[in-house]
């Protein structure tokens, strides 16, 4: 059997994004940049055996998220994580900014959809791939 290694010239995903402490506050431009895309999330909740978490991802049209407050603003999506799990979501056509103007933001709560802005009571932390 022959392995292979390719080099990929124009790959996608090429900006990482971890925060090993996520909570209900926003992790303001999380790509450091406008117009980016979300290939993959993970969620890694085994320090939270308490209660299940959700990781939204909100867009805005301020790099520091001028406006927009967890729990009132509608995310653009929401992935869930059960308690003391660790939940891998990609993307292969990926999460798009609506504009050349716009931001991702992030933020871990404890409560499903746009209501809710509890920190979860364990430690999760977050990575998200994009470009």
């Known amino acids: 059997m022959a392995d292979s290694l390719v080099s990929l010239s124009n790959p996608r995903g090429n900006l990482v994004f ?36 959700y990781l939204a991802i909100y867009e805005n049209t301020s790099a520091t998220a ?11 999506t929401v992935v869930k994580c059960r308690a003391g799990k660790t939940v891998e979501v990609t993307m292969p056509c990926g999460i798009q900014s609506s504009s050349n103007s716009s931001y991702f933001h ?25 470009e």
């Not at 090993?20 to 055996?49: H, M």
Request: aromatic residues 2%.
């Open 18 to 53: 971890r925060e090993t402490a996520a909570t209900s506050t926003l992790e303001q431009n999380i790509f450091n940049k406008v117009g980016a895309a979300i290939y993959a999330v993970k969620i890694d909740a085994t320090q939270n055996t308490s209660e299940d978490v």
């Open 66 to 76: 001028s406006g927009l407050t967890v729990g009132t603003n509608h995310p653009i």
């Open 106 to 130: 992030a933020a871990v709560k404890t409560s499903a959809g746009t209501a809710g802005n509890t920190s979860p009571s364990g430690t999760v932390a977050i990575t998200i791939l994009g």
